[in-house]
């Protein structure tokens, strides 16, 4: 690999980095080798591979931090001419406090839910004794100001439960640049945000650090994220570099195998569906009818002290695929729990088959439990980390089938096959399993009731772009082998659209719209739908400038 370097000093320069894990047979095996780059002052580096590619090991790496088990083992670190691996436990510390920030990808999980955001934003330039409370406060409001943030002068005062994840997102942003490090590392700052917040945040970012001409590593799966804010991209495969070079080479003229492979995931093709309004049957599979639904103890009417839900209607037919899409906050999720049965409805029915069924899961009998299954966003949680495989799989087959022995094991490997899993696998706990294999034992396991519809809840978020499109490939070719209809909530555009016949919008809880896939490039008259559409990054440089544009222009 051929990599040209700057002229000038670097503020970051890595050589030959390897940092590697001990396994529990004790053996030492290499989380990441032979890893070299450099990044100039007021340079962006984004890092991007598949999940377990060593994208974060590399960034920990620069702080002089290696996870639990694992040690950086050779190569050199250097960060605005500070030998990294060089200095002593508390030279880190105050390295760490004063020369690099890191921004992580949960906001929420990184604030304090007990503290006020503006105590939590200048505690690191307090704790270390750089700056003065009341110079520290007056700095976070202008930074509050230039992210773009609403009342800057009063947004400090709350918690964080009160503010957005857009909101929150920008805040720790806030709080990495107070100290004015020479670096801030950027670790998936906006995968869950959806698409309109998404590109609020990410003008923020890019804004601050021009005005500020911050060095920083942006580590991400999302190419057309990181196409609008990366000089560079470094593209790792299995803990080695695949291909360095600058974004517009990588991007109009990838060399590496690999990096053809992620730019063809990203550009997410339509799939072919095996359903047409045209084959409808009468009597939709399922149907929606006044649908409210809501959180909190209920009033003497039956309503709910927060509405989410007000008045939905929806009809799915057999084999359909639908997409539901929206902001977050507009209801996406609690329409998949009300219709699943795990919030219960205060007002309004769900059909299915022409059957009225309890809004209450637990009130349903066996059969109509079986023919609705939900597929959850974070399989993580979602899989029971002290089951293997085979007893995650087995308890739908003995609840809803009665099967044992020889069915059983056959039926097994039936669903392994269906969702492309090596029968290894079975013998395996959750926490042995790629991401992307964990989704598809949930997946699995749904398909195990034999159901007639699934409901899919941003299964596709957490997961790198080539693994999430393997996804998306898979619930298409389920669609057809088994007729199964699918409600498929995200933020991801692109999904929705590459796996579903037709695409609702949500906005406040309420639907705004409701279009088929092939009318999804042509205006509309919901100017929601439209401001949705517009704010999906595209693999080229220069989106997000001509976004800005077109939204000044309005």
């Known amino acids: 690999m051929n990599v040209t370097p700057h002229t000038a000093m670097p503020v970051i320069s890595v050589e030959n980095l390897r940092v590697t894990a001990e396994t529990d047979k004790g053996e030492e095996i290499d989380l990441v080798s032979d890893i070299r780059f450099t990044v100039q002052k007021g340079e962006v580096l984004a890092l991007i591979g598949e999940s377990g590619s060593g994208k974060t090991t590399i960034a920990m790496a620069l702080m002089g931090y290696a996870r639990h088990g694992c040690r950086i083992a050779e190569g050199n670190i250097h960060l605005s001419g500070t030998d990294v691996r060089s200095l002593s436990p508390g030279q880190l510390r105050e390295f760490r406090g004063n020369k690099v920030a890191y921004i992580a990808q949960s906001a929420a999980a990184s604030f304090n839910p007990g503290m006020r955001i503006l105590d939590q934003v200048i505690e690191p330039v307090v704790i270390h004794g750089t700056m003065k409370r009341k110079a520290a406060k007056e700095k976070a409001i202008t930074l509050f100001r230039e992210l773009a943030l609403p009342n800057p002068d009063t947004i400090g005062d709350r918690f964080p439960h009160q503010v957005s994840g857009g909101q929150l997102q920008r805040l720790?942003?806030?709080?990495?640049?107070?100290g004015d490090p020479d670096v801030v590392i950027l670790d998936e700052p906006t995968t869950a945000l959806d698409v309109t917040t998404q590109v609020e945040v990410l003008k923020a970012f890019r804004r601050v650090v021009a005005q500020r001409g911050v060095t920083a590593i942006y580590v991400s799966h999302d190419l057309a994220v990181v196409a609008q804010m990366a000089d560079r991209i470094l593209v790792l495969l299995r803990g080695k570099m695949a291909e360095y070079g600058s974004t517009e080479r990588l991007i109009g003229a990838p060399q590496a195998e690999y990096t053809q492979l992620l730019m063809d995931a990203a550009r997410q093709k339509e799939r072919e569906s095996s359903w047409s309004c045209a084959e409808a049957d009468a009597q939709p599979l399922m149907e929606v009818r006044d649908l409210s639904a809501g959180y909190g103890p209920r009033d003497s009417e039956g309503k709910p002290k927060t509405l989410i839900l007000e008045d939905i209607n929806l009809k799915l037919w057999k084999g359909q695929a639908i997409g539901i899409i929206g902001e977050s906050g507009s209801g996406k999720t609690t329409l998949a729990h009300a219709i699943?049965?795990?919030?219960?409805?205060?007002?309004?029915?769900?059909?299915?088959?022409?059957?009225?069924?309890?809004?209450?899961?637990?009130k349903r009998p066996d059969n109509e439990l079986r023919r609705i299954q939900y597929v959850f966003q974070m399989a993580d949680t979602a899989l029971n980390p002290a089951h293997n495989v085979e007893r995650i799989l087995t308890r739908p087959l003995v609840l809803f089938h009665g099967l044992k022995g020889a069915d059983l094991e056959r039926r097994l490997h039936q669903l392994l096959d269906l969702v492309k899993l090596p029968r290894s696998v079975l013998w395996r706990r959750p926490w042995a399993l790629s991401g992307g294999q964990k989704q598809r034992v949930n997946l699995a396991r749904a398909l195990a009731a034999e159901p007639d519809l699934i409901l899919c809840d941003e299964v596709t978020s957490a997961l790198d772009t080539v693994v999430a499109a393997a996804v998306l490939d898979l619930i298409s070719e389920l669609r057809r082998e088994l007729g199964l209809s699918v409600l498929f909530i995200s933020h991801d555009m692109h999904a929705v659209r590459a796996v579903c016949d037709d695409i609702v919008v949500m906005k406040s809880g309420r639907?705004?719209?409701?279009?088929?896939?092939?009318?999804?490039?042509?205006?509309?008259?919901?100017?929601?739908?439209?401001?949705?559409?517009?704010?999906?990054?595209?693999?080229?440089?220069g989106w997000l400038d001509e976004h800005e544009e077109v939204l000044k222009a309005e």
Request: a neutral charge.
């Open 511 to 541: 639907i705004v719209t409701q279009i088929s896939r092939a009318e999804y490039d042509k205006p509309t008259s919901e100017l929601y739908f439209e401001r949705l559409k517009r704010a999906v990054p595209e693999l080229r440089q």
């Open 172 to 178: 720790m942003t806030a709080m990495a640049l107070i």
């Open 340 to 362: 699943a049965g795990l919030n219960a409805p205060s007002h309004g029915h769900i059909l299915f088959n022409g059957h009225y069924i309890n809004g209450d899961m637990h």
